[in-house]
C-alpha cells in the first residue's frame, strides 16, 4: 500500500501479536452495546443444531473464513464469521442480523448480492442462499462459542504504552559533566553530556552585540535600536542579560512574535479555504486572543482549555452581562475553527465538506496539542501508532455535539438570510437573545421577499412571452400560450417545465419589463423598497459578533465509524472518548454526565489534556518552545511524537523541561527565561573543524547556527529599520491590493499598511507575495515547522520588489535626518541600525568608496538597499 | 523525521526497491538536497533509473470535458437518444429525469490507427497517432475543487504537494535561470493557484505562476528609480557585504548559494522576458499554433510558451485553464472551449516533434472528470468522476493506443480502469522514478505522490 512496506513490517513485529494466540475481547468503559441477538443464551433445539451443522457451517467454511475469520491472511471488513460473537456483532458496514425482519438482515442482502455483494467472485447458488434464510429465520442458532479476536487485541497495548512518548515524563537525575565552568542552568548540564562524549564542548558566550540582536528578534521579532544596544553594552550590571530578558518579555510586541508562532500550530487564516475562499471577517479577535493571551503569559493548561473548550467553562447562555472573562475564552475557541470550511456552499456536496471541516478540526487540535498524527486512522487502524479506526471515530464523537454533519450551522450569513450562523452576538442573554430573533426574523423576510421578487419577474416574463406572441414576434404554439396564461399554481409539472423552457429560451431584460408593464415596475420596486428596509433593520439589530464554538445541540449524537473513512458508510456506533492508547488510571478520561445546554465532551477532553500526568502534552509545548528558540525542536516532528516521528536528540532534557513546565504552572515566560539564560542558548555561532566532523549538522548544538528570518520578521525588520513601523495593536486585518503584475501586497491605501505583519489578512489563496516569496506557508491545515528556502525569486524580490525600494529610501531619509552633515557618521549609522554594529575599518573605507563620484540622495537609497538585501541583515546569528 | 541513518538502514533492509532508492537517496544527500532538509536546491538530479521523458508539459482541462463528445464515442446513446438510461447511475443531487443525450457531433476514426475522435477535435486527429487516449479514467469526487486537488496531488483535498512539486523535487531543473515548475494560468480553476502548491514539500518546489503578458513573474522588473548601471552597483555592493559576512562563517553552504542566486537573480531579469517574447518566432510556427487567429490566439501563445520554456530547460509546464464546465448550452460551448484549444495543442505536439523534443517530453491532456452521458437542463451535462478520458503523449508514450473503455453509455469505467494515482505513478515512470520510492518525510511517513492509493504503472501504453 505505502512506498515503505519494510516500515510496516518493523512496527508490526513489535506490536501486533498475532490473532490466533488472542482470545478474549479488551472491554472498555462505554462500551457500545451490540444490538442484534441471536438466542446465544437459549438452549438451541437438536434439529436446528443439526440444520447449522449440515447446512450452514459447511458454507461458511468454505466459502467465507477466507476473508471473515481469525485465520484469514487479512480480514476484510472487520467481520469474523467464525463465530457466534462474529456474527452477532456485525463487521464495518454495521449489524449482519436483523431479528425483527430477518429477510431485510445485511447477511441476506449481501448472499443476494444486492447492495455489498458476498461473496464476491460468484453468487451462492439460489438453494444455498434458501438454506441462509431459513437460518436466519430460526434465529440464526449458532453453537460455536469462542470469541471474537477484535482489533484491539491485535495490539499489545502493554508494550506500546511503554513507548517513550506514552510514559509520562519523570524528572530526570542531573547529570554529571566535566566543563562546570560552562554550565549556568541545568539545560546545559543535558546538552554538555552529550558534546562532552563526542570530545567537543560548547562554544564561548556570544558577544553582546550578537546576543541583543539574536535575543531581540527571538523574543520580539525586532531588530533593536542603536540606542537600545548602547544601552546594554554600557549595562555594568551583573544581570544585565536577565535584565533585557525581563524588559522584552514584558514588551507588548513579544505576544505578536510568539502569537504568530502559535497561530502557525492552530492554523490560522482569515478565509474559508474552499472555491471562492471566502473571508471569515471576525476570525482576527482569535488572533488578538493568542496575542493577549501571551502577553500576559496565561497559564498553558489554561490557554488549551479555553481553546478546547471555552464555550463549556461558563453558562455564557445565561449569562445577562458578556463579561470579559466570558468572551475572552468564547473567542478562544476560534482554535477549533481555523481549519477551511466549506460548508456554506448551499450544494450537493455539503456532507462531504461538513466532514472535511470537522475532520481536520479534530486531526489539527491534536497535533497541536499532543503531537498525535491521526490522519491514517480515519480509513483502517493507524498502520504505524497504536491507534484505532474505532478511536479515531471516539475521539470524533468529542467533537460531534459542535460539529454534528447532521445538524450543521453554516459558516457565514453570505446572503444575509441565514440565522442562526457559527457566530456568537457580541451580548448578554436577554439582548443576544432579542437580536438573535430578530435577525432570524428579518432573514426569514429578507429570504421571502426573494422569493416574491423571482415569482414577479416570472409572472411577467410569461405575460411578456404572450404579447411577444400575439405580436407575431415569437413562434409559440396555442398550447404554450395557453400554458402560460394560466397562473403560476394552476399549471402542471409538465406546463411549468414547459413554461421554464421557454423563459430559458427567450430571455427577457428586466428593463424591458419596466418600461412594457407599468404594473411589474410598480410592484418591483414596492419588494425592492421592502427588501432594502429589511435589510436596514437586519444591521440595525445585528452585533459585533465572535467567531467561536459551541454545542449546537445538548444531546450528543452517536458516533459511528465511517468504514473506510467514506461518509456514505457510517458503520457501527462507537464509544466516545479518546483513545484507548491514553487509558490511565493515574489521569483518565472522564466523559461528563449529560449537561443541560452543553454535553461538555470538549471540556473533559481538555481537562484530561492538562492534567499534570498527561504524557505528552507538556513535552509537545516545551519542545514548540525549543524548536522556536533554536530552530529545531528536541523533537524534530513537533506535531509527531508517535512511532513514526522523530526520536528526541535529548530525551531527558526534553523530560526535565517538561516536570519544569507543568511546576512552574505552566508558565510560558518562565520556560523562555531557563532556556534564554542556558550557556547553550548564549554561545557563540564560530565552527571548527572539530565540531563539524563530530556533530555535522549541529543535532547536539555545539554551536548556534544562524537562522533565516521568518517571512513576518524579514518585513517587520525592513520597516524597523526604515523607522516606519506602525506599532499599533489588534484590530480588523489589515486587507490586500493587487498590482498589475499580478502581486498582493499589503492595500496601499491602507491606513495600516505599514502595521507588523501579523495584522496582515492570511487568506489561504491569496498571500502576500513578498512573504510567500520568504516561506510564508500556505495555510491548508497547520504550520508545525517553516521551512527556510534558497531561491533565485528570493533575490529578485530583495533587487525588484517596491516595498524593499520603499525601506530602503525611507532607511536613507532617516539617516539624513540623523546625520545631516557627516558622511562618515551616517555609514557608521547605517551599519548601526542595520546590523547592530559598527563597520570595520575595511567595510568603512569601501562604503566611502561607493560613494566616490556619486554622493546623491539616490546613491544612499542604494547603499541602505543593499545593507537590507544582505544575508547579515536576514540572518540572526 | 526519521534520521537519515534510520532511513539508509530501512532502504537497505527492503532489498530491490530499497536498492534504487537507497542509491538515489545517496546521490541526493551528495548533492545537499531536500533529504536532510538543509540547503534546499533546483539543481538537476539523476533519477533513479533510465528515463523516457525529461519534461512534462499538462494542459489542465478544468471544469470537465464532455469524453462522450470528445474522445469516447458511444453510439448506444444515439440510438437510445431522448430515453431513460437502461442502467444503474449512482449520483447525489441528480434528478429523477435521466434521459440519454446523443452527442450532438459526430465521431470517425483519424490516422493509420484509426482512432475515433469527434469532429470537434480536426487538428488533433492529424496527430493522433502520437496519442495513447485513455477512455477509463475514474476519480473519487464529484466537486470540482476536491476533484481537482485529487487529480493533481493524489488526494481529494487541498495541501498535499502536486505532481509538478513532486517531480521538481525529485529532478531539479536544468536552467537554474528559470523556475523547475511554471504554472501558465490562461484561466485558473475551480481550486485557484492552490493546484501548483508544493503542500508540505518545500515551498521552493512550488509551481511559479507566470503570465504571458506584461511581466510575467512578479519582481522581475527593475523599478524604474534604479538604472542598470545602479543595479549593477547594488549587486556588486551586495556581494562584498555578504562575502564579508560569509568568511565569518566559512562551515554556512548556504550564505554562498545565497550570493550566488543574487547574479542568477540579475540574468533571470532577461531571460524569463525572452520566454514569452514570441516577437522572434519565425511567422510559420506562429501560424502553425493560430497566433492570431480570433478563435484560438490566446492559448496559441500559451502553448508556443510551453513549448520555449520546455526548450529552455524547465521541467514541469502546467497549462491551466477551467473553462469546460458544460451545465448548459454545452453544443455551442463544447464548440468554442475546442475551437480555442484543438489547434495550438496539435501545433505543440508537431512542433516539439520537429524540433526533436517530443521524445522527452510528455505531454498530459486532461480534466480532473469528465460528464454524464445524460442531459442537465436542455443542452447541458453534468459531473461524471465515473469514466473519463484523457490523452498522453510524447516521451515514451506508446502512440496510437486505446486504453480501457466504459460502458455502452460512456457512463463508467469498467475496462482497465485508472485513477489519478495510475496516471501520477505512469508519470514518474516514464521521467525514471520509481512512485514508491520517491517519498519525503512528512508527519513521521514516508510520504509520497501516491500515498496508500493503489497505483500502477500502465505498462500497456508505454513505449
Known amino acids: 500500500m505505502t512506498g515503505k512496506p519494510i516500515t510496516v513490517c518493523c512496527i508490526s513485529t513489535l506490536l501486533l501479536v498475532s490473532l490466533q494466540s488472542v482470545c478474549a475481547d479488551e472491554s472498555r468503559p462505554n462500551s457500545a452495546k451490540v444490538s442484534a441477538d441471536n438466542g446465544s443464551n437459549r438452549p438451541i433445539p437438536k434439529q436446528h443444531l443439526d440444520f447449522f451443522e449440515s447446512r450452514i457451517r459447511p458454507v461458511l467454511v468454505k466459502r467465507c473464513y477466507e476473508c471473515h475469520s481469525a485465520d484469514a491472511d487479512e480480514l476484510q471488513g472487520g467481520l469474523f464469521l467464525d463465530s457466534r460473537a462474529g456474527i452477532t456483532q456485525g463487521g464495518e458496514s454495521g449489524p449482519l442480523l436483523d431479528m425483527d425482519t430477518p429477510e431485510a438482515s445485511l447477511l441476506l442482502q449481501a448472499l443476494r448480492h444486492e447492495d455489498l455483494e458476498m461473496p464476491p467472485d460468484r453468487k451462492l447458488p439460489e438453494p444455498v442462499i434458501a438454506d441462509f434464510e431459513q437460518w436466519v429465520k430460526l434465529g440464526a442458532p449458532d453453537p460455536r462459542t469462542k470469541g471474537i479476536p477484535s482489533s484491539a487485541n491485535r495490539i499489545d497495548w502493554q508494550q506500546a504504552r511503554k513507548f517513550w512518548s506514552f510514559r509520562r515524563p519523570v524528572r530526570p537525575p542531573l547529570p554529571f559533566v566535566e566543563g562546570r565552568h560552562q554550565v549556568s542552568n541545568a539545560i546545559d548540564l543535558f546538552i554538555l553530556k552529550e558534546l562532552e562524549a563526542k570530545g567537543i564542548t560548547l562554544n564561548p558566550m556570544a558577544d553582546r552585540r550578537t546576543l541583543i540582536r539574536r535575543v531581540f528578534f527571538d523574543l520580539i521579532g525586532l531588530p533593536p535600536s542603536p540606542a537600545e544596544v548602547e544601552a546594554f553594552l554600557a549595562d555594568s550590571r551583573p544581570d544585565a542579560y536577565e535584565h533585557l530578558v525581563e524588559r522584552l518579555l514584558s514588551s507588548p510586541h513579544y505576544g505578536e512574535r510568539w502569537g504568530r508562532h502559535w497561530l502557525d500550530v492552530a492554523g490560522y487564516a482569515e478565509s474559508n479555504g474552499i472555491i471562492a475562499d471566502g473571508l471569515t471577517p471576525h476570525a482576527w479577535r482569535y488572533r488578538d486572543y493568542v496575542i493577549r493571551a501571551l502577553n500576559k503569559d496565561k497559564p498553558y493548561d489554561r490557554f488549551l482549555l479555553e481553546q478546547f473548550a471555552g464555550d463549556e467553562l461558563f453558562d455564557w447562555r445565561n449569562s445577562e452581562v458578556l463579561t470579559e472573562e466570558i468572551e475572552e475564552s468564547l473567542t478562544a475557541t476560534g482554535f477549533l475553527r481555523c481549519t477551511p470550511d466549506g460548508t456554506d456552499t448551499q450544494d450537493i456536496f455539503q456532507l462531504e465538506k461538513r466532514w472535511d471541516h470537522l475532520q481536520a478540526t479534530v486531526e489539527v487540535a491534536m497535533k497541536a496539542s499532543v503531537g498525535l498524527v491521526l490522519n491514517c486512522a480515519r480509513c483502517h487502524d493507524h498502520k504505524f501508532d497504536p491507534v484505532l479506526q474505532e478511536d479515531y471515530y471516539s475521539l470524533v464523537g468529542l467533537f460531534l455535539p459542535a460539529y454534528d454533519p447532521d445538524n450543521w450551522l453554516p459558516c457565514t450569513d453570505a446572503r444575509k438570510s441565514n440565522w442562526p450562523v457559527r457566530y456568537i452576538l457580541k451580548a448578554g442573554k436577554t439582548e443576544r437573545n432579542t437580536a438573535a430573533r430578530t435577525l432570524q426574523k428579518w432573514g426569514t423576510v429578507i429570504k421571502s421577499l426573494n422569493s416574491d421578487n423571482r415569482s414577479l419577474a416570472t409572472e411577467f416574463h410569461d405575460r411578456w412571452l404572450v404579447a411577444q406572441a400575439t405580436q407575431g414576434k415569437l413562434p409559440l404554439t396555442l398550447d404554450e400560450i395557453r400554458i402560460l396564461k394560466l397562473p403560476a399554481e394552476k399549471r402542471t409539472v409538465e406546463g411549468n417545465r414547459i413554461s421554464a423552457n421557454l423563459r430559458s429560451k427567450h430571455q427577457a431584460e428586466p428593463e424591458e419589463l419596466r418600461s412594457l408593464f407599468p404594473e411589474f415596475e410598480r410592484r418591483a420596486d414596492e419588494i425592492e423598497r421592502k427588501i432594502a428596509e429589511a435589510r436596514q433593520s437586519f444591521d440595525h439589530a445585528d452585533r459585533d459578533r465572535i467567531w467561536a464554538l459551541w454545542d449546537v445541540s445538548p444531546s450528543p449524537p452517536h458516533s459511528r465509524l465511517l468504514v473506510r473513512g467514506d461518509f456514505m458508510s457510517p458503520g457501527r456506533v462507537v464509544p466516545t472518548g479518546i483513545p484507548r492508547i491514553f487509558d490511565d488510571p493515574e489521569n483518565p478520561f472522564v466523559l461528563p454526565e449529560p449537561g443541560s445546554e452543553t454535553t461538555g465532551y470538549r471540556l473533559a477532553l481538555a481537562r484530561w489534556l492538562t492534567g499534570a500526568a498527561h504524557p505528552l502534552t507538556a513535552r509537545v509545548m516545551v519542545n514548540r518552545l525549543w524548536q522556536y528558540h533554536f530552530g529545531r525542536g528536541i523533537v524534530a516532528t513537533p506535531d509527531d511524537f508517535g512511532f513514526q516521528g522523530s526520536r528526541p536528540t535529548h530525551p531527558e532534557l526534553l523530560d526535565w523541561l517538561a516536570v519544569e513546565f507543568i511546576q512552574s504552572g505552566w508558565s510560558i515566560k518562565a520556560m523562555h527565561r531557563l532556556i534564554l539564560s542556558s550557556s547553550v542558548y548564549r554561545q557563540s555561532s564560530q565552527t571548527d573543524p572539530q565540531k563539524v566532523i563530530r556533530d555535522s549538522d549541529n543535532q547536539l548544538l555545539s554551536r548556534r547556527t544562524p537562522r533565516r528570518l521568518e517571512a513576518e520578521a524579514i518585513r517587520d525588520a525592513m520597516l524597523s529599520v526604515a523607522e516606519n513601523l506602525d506599532g499599533r495593536f489588534f484590530g480588523p486585518a489589515i486587507p490586500l491590493e493587487q498590482l498589475d503584475d499580478g502581486q498582493y501586497i499589503v492595500a496601499s491605501d491602507n491606513a495600516g499598511r505599514l502595521r507588523r505583519s501579523v495584522y496582515i489578512r492570511v487568506r489561504r489563496t491569496t498571500p502576500v507575495s513578498f512573504l510567500e516569496t520568504f516561506d510564508s506557508p500556505q495555510v491548508d491545515t497547520n504550520v508545525p515547522r517553516r521551512f527556510s528556502s534558497n531561491v533565485p525569486l528570493q533575490s529578485l524580490s530583495l533587487l525588484n520588489n517596491p516595498f524593499v525600494v520603499e525601506c530602503a529610501k525611507d532607511f536613507a531619509n532617516r539617516l539624513f535626518a540623523s546625520e545631516p552633515d557627516d558622511e562618515t557618521k551616517r555609514i557608521v549609522l547605517a551599519f548601526e541600525i542595520a546590523y547592530s554594529r559598527s563597520p570595520s575599518p575595511d567595510e568603512l573605507d569601501s562604503s566611502r568608496g561607493f560613494f566616490a563620484g556619486d554622493s546623491s540622495r539616490s546613491a544612499w537609497e542604494l547603499f541602505c538597499h543593499g545593507l537590507i538585501a544582505s544575508n547579515e541583515f536576514l540572518y540572526v546569528n | ?463
Open chain 2, 1 to 463: 523525521m526519521p534520521s537519515n541513518m534510520n532511513r539508509r538502514e530501512a532502504l537497505l533492509r527492503c532489498g530491490g526497491l530499497g536498492g534504487i532508492a537507497m542509491s538515489w537517496l545517496m546521490q541526493q544527500e551528495a548533492l545537499g538536497s531536500p533529504v536532510n532538509q538543509g540547503v534546499q536546491s533546483l539543481q538537476a538530479r539523476q533519477p533513479m533509473f533510465a528515463p523516457q521523458a525529461e519534461n512534462v508539459i499538462l494542459l489542465f482541462m478544468g471544469g470537465g470535458p464532455s469524453q462522450v463528445d470528445l474522445l469516447d464515442p458511444k453510439p448506444a446513446i444515439k440510438k437510445y437518444d431522448g430515453q431513460d438510461i437502461p442502467i444503474s447511475i449512482f449520483q447525489r443531487g441528480l434528478s429523477a429525469k435521466k434521459k440519454l443525450m446523443a452527442s450532438p457531433f459526430r465521431f470517425s476514426p483519424q490516422g493509420k490507427s484509426g482512432i475515433e475522435l469527434s469532429e470537434l477535435l480536426p487538428h488533433t486527429a492529424r496527430v493522433v497517432d502520437d496519442l495513447a487516449v485513455i477512455r477509463s479514467a475514474k476519480t473519487n469526487r464529484i466537486d470540482h475543487d476536491n476533484a481537482q486537488f485529487m487529480f493533481n496531488s493524489g488526494r481529494p483535498v487541498p495541501g498535499f504537494p502536486s505532481m509538478g512539486s513532486w517531480i521538481s523535487y525529485a529532478l531539479g531543473t536544468a536552467n537554474q535561470n528559470l523556475p523547475a515548475y511554471v504554472a501558465l494560468a490562461y484561466g485558473l480553476p475551480n481550486c485557484k493557484q492552490r493546484i501548483y502548491s508544493s503542500g508540505w514539500l518545500p515551498p521552493l518546489y512550488q509551481g511559479t505562476q507566470m503570465k504571458i503578458d506584461g511581466v510575467p513573474v512578479y519582481d522581475l522588473k527593475r523599478p524604474e528609480s534604479i538604472t542598470p548601471v545602479r543595479q549593477r552597483k547594488l549587486l556588486n555592493f551586495i556581494h562584498n557585504l555578504n562575502e564579508n559576512h560569509r568568511q565569518q562563517h566559512p562551515y554556512q553552504l548556504e550564505f554562498q548559494a545565497r550570493m550566488s542566486n543574487f547574479e542568477l537573480a540579475a540574468r533571470m531579469q532577461a531571460e524569463v522576458m525572452e520566454q514569452v517574447d514570441l516577437s522572434t518566432e519565425p511567422t510559420h510556427i506562429k501560424k502553425l499554433y493560430g497566433v492570431d487567429l480570433p478563435q484560438c490566439d490566446k492559448y496559441a501563445r500559451y502553448c508556443l510558451v510551453a513549448r520555449k520554456l520546455v526548450e529552455s530547460g524547465v521541467r514541469f509546464v502546467h497549462i491551466l485553464r477551467g473553462d469546460w464546465d458544460h451545465h448548459s448550452n454545452l453544443t455551442s460551448r463544447l464548440e468554442k472551449s475546442c475551437a480555442s484549444t484543438d489547434q495550438p495543442v496539435a501545433a505543440l505536439l508537431t512542433d516539439l516533434k520537429q524540433r526533436g523534443l517530443l521524445e522527452k517530453t510528455l505531454v498530459i491532456w486532461a480534466g480532473e472528470f469528465g460528464r454524464l452521458p445524460i442531459t442537465e437542463g436542455k443542452n447541458g451535462r453534468d459531473h461524471s468522476p465515473h469514466g473519463f478520458s484523457l490523452w498522453m503523449a510524447g516521451g515514451g508514450i506508446k502512440g496510437g493506443t486505446v486504453f480501457g473503455a466504459t460502458d455502452d453509455f460512456g457512463y463508467a469505467a469498467v475496462e482497465d480502469v485508472i485513477t489519478p494515482s495510475d496516471l501520477h505513478a505512469t508519470t514518474l515512470h516514464l521521467l525514471g522514478l520509481d512512485y514508491k520510492a520517491l517519498t519525503f518525510p512528512f508527519e513521521g511517513r514516508d510520504e509520497s505522490l501516491v500515498g496508500v492509493n493503489k497505483a500502477r504503472v500502465l505498462k500497456d501504453i508505454v513505449a
